[in-house]
């Protein structure tokens, strides 16, 4: 789960964080940005060592899921050939 989505500028100092989905915002020199809320991490730079990493993520149930918690999935069984007779041409 993400807690905060943001990143510093090497470039200009700035701090910049996306606090919404969809809330795209780039420093004042704009050599970096990010995207994405509390919902995901996207990241635009003109070179990756301009982007310092300053977002705080913690793990969820649903990054470690607990069995017996609505999570596990039956596996999928292979279905009977019902067709009788064949193809016709």
């Keep these: 789960m993400i807690k905060s989505n943001k990143a510093r ?3 200009c100092g700035d701090i910049i964080e996306s606090k919404h989905r969809h809330d795209y915002v780039s420093c004042k ?14 990241r635009n730079f003109v070179k990756r060592e301009y982007l310092e990493e300053l ?4 793990p969820s149930e ?3 899921p607990v069995p017996g918690n ?3 999935v039956p596996k999928k069984t292979k279905k009977p050939n019902t067709l009788k007779g064949g193809i016709r041409g």
């Excluded at 977002?55 to 913690?58: D, K, P, Q």
Aim: hydrophobic content about 25%.
């Design 9 to 11: 500028c090497t470039v």
């Design 29 to 42: 020199c704009g050599a970096i940005s990010v995207d994405g809320g509390k919902d995901y991490l996207k």
């Design 55 to 58: 977002s705080e993520c913690v």
């Design 62 to 64: 649903i990054d470690n």
């Design 70 to 72: 609505g999570t596990n």
